[in-house]
């Protein structure tokens, strides 16, 4: 069973940016389609981006597109959020989750492994 440890989250001015990482522990992160989800206070948890197992194709949220960028490189078994433009409303506890079945489902219902999570603080 892979593990999944963030890490990168803190405090950022608005307009500031962050890279989150996500490393994952066992030798079948390639398998896993990755994603990454964040939940603010009082809301449910949302989907903000998603990459295949190749890395050969993305996704992302409306409110993130133009913003932020997924990547992963399954040498080092590591995802990556690039977070640029940050705005208030993106404060939030950002997980990274991984997902063994095909498909392009990116609801939360949806993942399989899920790590610990990272406050992403972003001031106005």
């Known amino acids: 069973q892979v593990q999944l440890v963030e890490s990168g989250g803190g405090l950022v001015q608005a307009g500031g940016s962050l890279r989150l990482s996500c490393a994952a522990s066992?030798?079948?992160?390639?398998?896993?389609?990755m994603g990454w989800f964040r939940q603010a206070p009082g809301k449910e948890r949302e989907f903000v981006a998603g990459?295949?197992?190749?890395?050969?194709?993305?996704s992302y949220a409306e409110s993130v597109k133009g913003r932020f960028t997924i990547s992963r490189d399954n040498a080092k078994n590591t995802m990556y959020l690039q977070m640029n433009s940050l705005k208030p409303e993106d404060t939030a506890v950002y997980y990274c989750?991984?997902?063994?079945?095909?498909?392009?489902?990116?609801?939360?219902?949806?993942?399989?492994?899920w790590g610990k999570g990272t406050l992403v603080t972003v001031s106005s």
């Open positions: 989750a991984g997902r063994m079945r095909f498909g392009t489902n990116w609801s939360p219902s949806g993942m399989d492994i």
């Open positions: 066992g030798r079948t992160f390639s398998s896993y389609a």
């Open positions: 990459i295949s197992r190749s890395a050969s194709s993305t």
